[in-house]
């Protein structure tokens, strides 16, 4: 690239957005824009004039508080931008704002020495050249700057600002005081601190910058898939209108002449409905269009930064990016807007058509019942009581009542409403996860008062119920556990007892009712739908049988297509889910055993996993070595790991035992942080129990039954 077309493209990079000037004592806002210092405090200036006491980002419409002294000035100046205007500088002739740092007579400096990292006068380049020291250095002349000495100078050293520290580049970083230093202001100044290489801290820092950009990136992606959905629905509302008015003209145009008056009132209805819906979904598309330009922004911000890969910027910048980054995230969401569904109802009668509502929707109310906290998959009730413009009851055979439910996630919950025929209309609804449900309510197309509210569902709790040993103390002998199920079916539950060769059956209210001796030790243990024991034991033949509950050995699977089986589980539709330490392979078996549906594995993971179950179209594997909880969908391909490494809420130092309870949620055994993880099947954390559990399985009335680390007690939660 020629170095004047060089220099056009940095004075376009250099421009101010609001003066259209090259930028004069830059400031970012934090929003990561840049701006003269001067133009911003015109801004406020003009914004406090208009008794307002914020701003708005030219550029990303970012609102900002004014500083109560008016100016700006506090803001961080841009690094790149100071740079780029010192290098613009040159080239516009104004060679008085680079003075030689070599002489005391603070001449104009006309070269600049890349070795010695200074601008030399005239009379110091001389002196330079005839040094021998010196000869050899790098030199180039200001009025002759090739582009590359000017991308040269754009990313020389930084040097130091401290007095008598002027030529010592900031070489190293504090990670105490968390600023750039040069070598003089470790011994001087940071003594003692905790010092790391430029290069490496912001390598370290250009890390997180990459991680937050590709979360944005994450977020652009699902924005603009938004918009395009609120695009459709505003469409799809269009031209639902438009032919719904199309029907109603075609019926109009088959009465008598003094029908064009009703013609003409419901065209005019239409035209409000429409222009008042397309306003709904204009604003929503405003809003979403706004927040995913605030998102692009801010990741052509950061990837410009990354893509200079200068580590004093990456230094400089990092704290107020990953702070938007966090702005961002933590924004409120915009929800999409359905519009309600349209009709145009033709009536036999004219009088029907046209006649005055006496429901009056501004006067009707919900009564909530305690409606707004509830508990997940409770089912609750609420009324709604229909009023005239009197504010009395009374009772419409052609209101329309329309009841809007949404989830957390945006869904729509199933609703009933029951008409008393009494001008009351009791609404049932199930909340089956939760979090704060969204309900609205229209009356003949109306808001009713109060609507929409938000209703708090509680997530269900579980309680200590009670606890019992697994071997009795009559016999006297000790039991090893290696697995435990429960009958979904009889209640009864089932532990394999690997070391004394049986397995030890329990009521679900602890009472011991037999034992049922094996010749093998077993390695685990699972209930089918039919209340029939499933064991499987290690070796190459007969290594899983089937017995009924009563100990009778029923058939053997011979076959299982796994060399060393360790763990299994069956899903609700009876297939066997197998997992072994020969292929790090989660195998999937028809309800008989002997047919090989499915095999499949983690990409880049050499672990075996421990757990494998299924729910919900979605294989959950737990890897303890890996730490975490690996997701496949239902033909076994990857999707995403839940949880990672640690002891925080939704870490795992050694995820073992799965289960999903009634509520569908994950039930994760964390034997290394010694307690039970909860989380939403998307992967959100929930909620824990803390105690050093190793096996888990939920019964068939939905309890949680649990054993502890050492195998010697079963533990049931309510």
């Given at each position: 690239?020629?170095?004047?077309?060089?220099?056009?493209n940095l004075k376009k990079e250099a421009e101010c957005p609001l003066c259209i000037e090259t930028v004069k004592n830059p400031k970012t806002l934090p929003c990561l824009h840049s701006f003269c210092l001067e133009c911003l405090d015109k801004l406020a200036n003009f914004a406090r004039k208009q008794l307002k006491g914020t701003i708005k980002c030219?550029?990303?419409?970012?609102?900002?508080?004014?500083?109560?002294?008016?100016?700006?000035?506090?803001?961080?100046?841009?690094?790149?931008?100071?740079?780029?205007?010192?290098?613009?500088?040159?080239?516009?002739?104004?060679?008085?704002?680079?003075?030689?740092?070599?002489?005391?007579?603070?001449?104009?400096?006309?070269?600049?020495?890349?070795?010695?990292?200074?601008?030399?006068?005239?009379?110091?380049?001389?002196?330079?050249?005839?040094?021998?020291?010196?000869?050899?250095?790098?030199?180039?002349?200001?009025?002759?700057?090739?582009?590359?000495?000017?991308?040269?100078?754009?990313?020389?050293?930084?040097?130091?600002?401290?007095?008598?520290?002027?030529?010592?580049?900031?070489?190293?970083?504090?990670?105490?005081?968390?600023?750039?230093?040069?070598?003089?202001?470790?011994?001087?100044?940071?003594?003692?601190?905790?010092?790391?290489?430029?290069?490496?801290?912001?390598?370290?820092?250009?890390?997180?910058?990459?991680?937050?950009?590709?979360?944005?990136?994450?977020?652009?992606?699902?924005?603009?898939?938004?918009?395009?959905?609120?695009?459709?629905?505003?469409?799809?509302?269009?031209?639902?209108?438009?032919?719904?008015?199309?029907?109603?003209?075609?019926?109009?145009?088959?009465?008598?002449?003094?029908?064009?008056?009703?013609?003409?009132?419901?065209?005019?209805?239409?035209?409000?409905?429409?222009?008042?819906?397309?306003?709904?979904?204009?604003?929503?598309?405003?809003?979403?269009?706004?927040?995913?330009?605030?998102?692009?922004?801010?990741?052509?911000?950061?990837?410009?930064?990354?893509?200079?890969?200068?580590?004093?910027?990456?230094?400089?910048?990092?704290?107020?990016?990953?702070?938007?980054?966090?702005?961002?995230?933590?924004?409120?969401?915009?929800?999409?807007?359905?519009?309600?569904?349209?009709?145009?109802?033709?009536?036999?009668?004219?009088?029907?058509?046209?006649?005055?509502?006496?429901?009056?929707?501004?006067?009707?109310?919900?009564?909530?019942?305690?409606?707004?906290?509830?508990?997940?998959?409770?089912?609750?009730?609420?009324?709604?009581?229909?009023?005239?413009?009197?504010?009395?009851?009374?009772?419409?055979?052609?209101?329309?009542?329309?009841?809007?439910?949404?989830?957390?996630?945006?869904?729509?919950?199933?609703?009933?409403?029951?008409?008393?025929?009494?001008?009351?209309?009791?609404?049932?609804?199930?909340?089956?996860?939760?979090?704060?449900?969204?309900?609205?309510?229209?009356?003949?197309?109306?808001?009713?008062?109060?609507?929409?509210?938000?209703?708090?569902?509680?997530?269900?709790?579980?309680?200590?119920?009670?606890?019992?040993?697994?071997?009795?103390?009559?016999?006297?002998?000790?039991?090893?556990?290696?697995?435990?199920?429960?009958?979904?079916?009889?209640?009864?539950?089932?532990?394999?007892?690997?070391?004394?060769?049986?397995?030890?059956?329990?009521?679900?209210?602890?009472?011991?009712?037999?034992?049922?001796?094996?010749?093998?030790?077993?390695?685990?243990?699972?209930?089918?739908?039919?209340?029939?024991?499933?064991?499987?034991?290690?070796?190459?033949?007969?290594?899983?049988?089937?017995?009924?509950?009563?100990?009778?050995?029923?058939?053997?699977?011979?076959?299982?297509?796994?060399?060393?089986?360790?763990?299994?589980?069956?899903?609700?539709?009876?297939?066997?889910?197998?997992?072994?330490?020969?292929?790090?392979?989660?195998?999937?078996?028809?309800?008989?055993?002997?047919?090989?549906?499915?095999?499949?594995?983690?990409?880049?993971?050499?672990?075996?996993?421990?757990?494998?179950?299924?729910?919900?179209?979605?294989?959950?594997?737990?890897?303890?070595?890996?730490?975490?909880?690996?997701?496949?969908?239902?033909?076994?391909?990857?999707?995403?790991?839940?949880?990672?490494?640690?002891?925080?809420?939704?870490?795992?130092?050694?995820?073992y035992e799965l289960a999903i309870d009634k509520y569908n949620r994950l039930i994760v055994c964390d034997a290394g942080n010694h307690r039970l993880q909860l989380f939403s099947l998307s992967g959100n954390f929930l909620s824990k129990i803390g105690h050093r559990f190793q096996k888990i399985a939920i019964n068939n009335d939905g309890s949680l039954?649990?054993?502890?680390?050492?195998?010697?007690?079963?533990?049931?939660?309510?």
């Open positions: 690239m020629e170095v004047q077309q060089l220099f056009k030219p550029v990303c419409q970012t609102s900002f508080q004014i500083p109560e002294t008016d100016t700006f000035d506090e803001l961080p100046s841009s690094f790149h931008l100071n740079r780029l205007v010192d290098v613009l500088a040159l080239e516009d002739g104004s060679v008085q704002s680079q003075r030689c740092s070599t002489c005391d007579e603070n001449n104009t400096a006309t070269c600049y020495c890349f070795v010695c990292q200074n601008f030399l006068c005239a009379s110091c380049f001389d002196a330079h050249q005839r040094l021998k020291a010196t000869r050899g250095h790098r030199n180039v002349l200001i009025d002759k700057l090739q582009a590359q000495d000017v991308q040269d100078l754009i990313h020389r050293p930084v040097m130091c600002s401290q007095q008598y520290h002027e030529d010592q580049p900031l070489e190293f970083y504090c990670e105490d005081c968390k600023v750039l230093i040069c070598y003089k202001c470790t011994v001087v100044s940071h003594n003692r601190h905790t010092m790391t290489d430029t290069q490496k801290a912001a390598q370290e820092q250009k890390m997180q910058m990459a991680n937050a950009v590709a979360k944005v990136k994450v977020e652009i992606a699902r924005y603009e898939n938004e918009i395009k959905r609120q695009t459709d629905l505003r469409n799809k509302n269009k031209i639902e209108i438009l032919n719904e008015e199309k029907k109603m003209t075609d019926t109009v145009e088959k009465l008598i002449c003094d029908l064009r008056e009703h013609e003409k009132k419901m065209k005019d209805k239409f035209r409000e409905i429409y222009e008042a819906e397309q306003k709904h979904h204009a604003t929503r598309l405003e809003n979403f269009e706004l927040v995913a330009t605030q998102l692009k922004s801010c990741v052509e911000r950061c990837q410009s930064i990354l893509e200079r890969n200068f580590s004093v910027e990456i230094l400089q910048t990092n704290h107020a990016i990953l702070e938007r980054c966090n702005e961002l995230f933590n924004a409120r969401k915009p929800n999409l807007y359905k519009s309600p569904h349209l009709h145009y109802l033709v009536e036999e009668k004219l009088d029907l058509v046209d006649r005055v509502v006496v429901t009056d929707p501004s006067k009707c109310v919900a009564e909530h019942q305690d409606s707004k906290e509830v508990e997940e998959r409770k089912e609750t009730y609420f009324e709604i009581v229909t009023k005239d413009s009197e504010g009395l009851q009374c009772y419409q055979q052609d209101d329309k009542i329309k009841v809007d439910i949404l989830t957390p996630e945006g869904d729509q919950l199933k609703t009933d409403i029951k008409d008393t025929k009494d001008g009351k209309y009791t609404v049932a609804y199930t909340p089956q996860s939760a979090g704060q449900h969204r309900v609205e309510i229209l009356v003949n197309g109306q808001p009713l008062t109060g609507s929409p509210w938000v209703v708090e569902v509680h997530q269900h709790q579980y309680q200590f119920a009670f606890q019992f040993r697994v071997f009795t103390e009559e016999s006297g002998d000790f039991a090893f556990m290696y697995d435990i199920s429960v009958s979904q079916k009889t209640g009864t539950i089932a532990f394999a007892d690997n070391w004394n060769k049986r397995i030890r059956l329990f009521s679900s209210e602890g009472k011991f009712q037999r034992d049922i001796s094996l010749d093998r030790k077993p390695l685990a243990v699972a209930f089918t739908d039919s209340g029939d024991l499933l064991t499987l034991f290690r070796g190459f033949n007969k290594n899983l049988r089937l017995f009924s509950e009563e100990g009778q050995l029923i058939k053997y699977i011979n076959d299982i297509h796994i060399e060393w089986p360790l763990r299994f589980s069956i899903a609700s539709d009876g297939r066997i889910i197998i997992i072994g330490s020969s292929d790090n392979k989660i195998k999937v078996l028809s309800p008989d055993g002997n047919n090989l549906l499915q095999s499949f594995s983690a990409p880049d993971c050499n672990e075996s996993p421990f757990c494998a179950i299924y729910n919900q179209d979605k294989f959950f594997a737990s890897y303890p070595s890996a730490k975490c909880v690996k997701v496949f969908d239902k033909t076994g391909v990857y999707l995403h790991d839940i949880g990672c490494e640690g002891s925080n809420d939704g870490q795992f130092d050694g995820p039954i649990a054993a502890d680390i050492k195998g010697e007690c079963i533990y049931i939660f309510h």
